[in-house]
Nanobody, 127 residues
């Protein structure tokens, strides 16, 4: 079973930046698409961004396009989410999740398709 551990969350002022990391163990990430989700207090979990297994395809929620950048380093079994120009509405617990795939194709941000989840890291953006 793939184990995922997120880190990099914290408290930041509006307009600031954070970089989240998702480190995997148990299996190589070469065969997994990775997605970031977030859940704000009182709201449903939503997909933020995803990246395909070899990094050829990426996707972003409209709310973060132009501000967040997803990347991966399979040699380090790590996926990153660079978050710039943060807004108070970005405040949430951020989770990374993995979907086992057999071909390189556009990734999906569908939480029902994810095979493994991390425990999350809290991001708080103050106004």
């Amino acid at each position: 079973q793939l184990q995922l551990v997120e880190s990099g969350g914290g408290l930041v002022q509006s307009g600031g930046s954070l970089r989240l990391s998702c480190v995997a163990s148990g299996f190589t990430l070469d065969y997994y698409d990775i997605a970031w989700f977030r859940q704000a207090p009182g709201k449903e979990r939503e997909g933020v961004s995803c990246i395909s297994s070899m990094g050829a395809y990426m996707n972003y929620a409209d709310s973060v396009k132009g501000r967040f950048t997803i990347s991966r380093d399979n040699a380090k079994n790590t996926v990153y989410l660079q978050m710039n120009s943060l807004k108070p509405e970005d405040t949430a617990v951020y989770y990374c999740a993995a979907e086992r795939v057999w071909v390189e194709r556009m990734c999906r941000m569908l939480d029902g398709n994810m095979d493994d989840w991390g425990k999350g890291t809290l991001v708080t953006v103050s106004s």
